[in-house]
């Protein structure tokens, strides 16, 4: 499994942004079948789970502090996992890393480890 992030960037406090991620398997790595999942980590802090969205059946859960603000989605078929994020604030700095995992449980997966695949991340800088 191959994942390539994109959207990031420069943007003032208020403003919008769209992560997007693409997915790329080989044969058998179906891309419904694996939860994708948004981590960020700002300079000097641990990574941190933002947001993740079932495979199939598409549940979503995002982390507490984002919630109303950042949605996640996915697109079965483009092979894509989207991350729109409204309102940004300078806290939301960081670089924003695409995750896959093939898990099967029925509990959000919130955790790095939990995660096999790793893109190599889109940094989001946010201005006040």
């Known amino acids: 499994v191959q994942l390539q992030a994109s959207g990031g960037g420069l943007v003032q406090a208020g403003d919008s942004l769209r992560l997007s991620c693409a997915f790329s398997?080989?044969?058998?790595?179906?891309?419904?079948?694996?939860?994708l999942g948004w981590f960020r980590q700002a300079p000097g802090k641990e990574r941190q789970f933002v947001a993740a969205?079932?495979?199939?059946?598409?549940?979503?859960y995002v982390l507490e502090s984002v919630k109303g603000r950042f949605t996640i989605s996915r697109d079965n078929a483009k092979n894509a996992v989207y991350l729109q994020m409204n309102s940004l604030q300078p806290e939301d700095t960081a670089v924003y890393y695409c995750?896959?995992?093939?898990?099967?449980?029925?509990?959000?997966?919130?955790?790095?480890?939990?995660?096999?695949?790793w893109g190599p991340g889109t940094l989001v800088t946010v201005s006040s």
């Open positions: 398997g080989q044969t058998g790595q179906t891309f419904r079948r694996y939860t």
């Open positions: 969205v079932k495979g199939n059946g598409g549940a979503t």
């Open positions: 995750a896959a995992s093939a898990m099967i449980i029925t509990s959000a997966l919130r955790t790095p480890n939990q995660y096999g695949y």
